[in-house]
T-cell receptor
């Protein structure tokens, strides 16, 4: 089974609107961390936000927030007030306490912000 | 250095030739990872180094792939007898540790094209 599933290959959003990028995960480890990365056309991977499995509050970092629904095993990224510079690939990733060596990445969502 | 440095940024090689890709992690980061990203795909784990421990090579796709990390710092990924399916972006990342909150810092990648 896929550890991380991103079901939206491509998304479009109007500038200044909010957008939600979906991510579901699969793990039996009670202790894990969830991450979102942005990959612009330049190719670098940029860390955006982190959510720990035991965190009570949803993580927020500026215009980014993570809608963490533990029972549903979902960790959706919400970008508020979209900007043209937000156009990029977005990857959801997970790290498990028992297999901490590697991150498991989803296949990514391509976000295009329309002026 | 301030970030993860990878070289070369682009490499075009003939099928059957050997190539070496270099990664210089952030100073003091004990963990180093190699991932491969094929066109339009997610990230595929290749290999992981943590301090002086034996590397986790479970992601290497064939025995043509090998990697070493000298002195716990710089790493070299070697692909022998390159094939066209090896064409991809090879990303290196480093991390300060194994606990869940430590994310990766990625380099800008090496785009390998095998012709």
């Amino acid at each position: 089974a896929q550890k991380i599933t991103q079901t939206q290959p491509g998304m479009f959003v109007q500038e200044k609107e909010a957008v939600t990028l979906d991510c579901t995960y699969d793990t039996s480890d009670p202790s894990y961390g969830l991450f979102w990365y942005k990959q612009p056309s330049s190719g670098e991977m940029i860390f955006l936000i982190y959510q720990g499995s035991y965190d009570q509050q949803n993580a927020t970092e500026g215009r980014y927030s993570l809608n963490f629904q533990k029972a549903r095993k979902s960790a959706n990224l919400v970008i508020s007030a979209s900007q043209l510079g937000d156009s990029a690939m977005y990857f959801c990733a997970m790290r498990e306490a028992n297999t901490g060596n590697q991150f498991y990445f989803g296949t990514g969502t391509s976000l295009t912000v329309i002026p | 250095g301030a970030g993860v440095s990878q070289s070369p940024s682009n490499k075009v090689t003939e099928k059957g030739k050997d190539v070496e890709l270099r990664c210089d992690p952030i100073s003091g980061h004990t963990a180093l990872y190699w991932y491969r990203q094929s066109l339009g795909q997610g990230l595929e784990f290749l290999i992981y180094f943590q301090g002086n421990s034996a590397p986790d090579k479970s992601g290497l796709p064939s025995d043509r792939f090998s990697a070493e990390r000298t002195g716990g710092s710089v790493s070299t990924l070697t692909i022998q007898r390159t094939q066209q399916e090896d064409s991809a972006v090879y990303l290196c990342a480093s991390s300060a540790g194994q606990t869940l909150t430590y994310g990766y810092t990625f380099g800008s990648g090496t785009r390998l094209t095998v012709v």
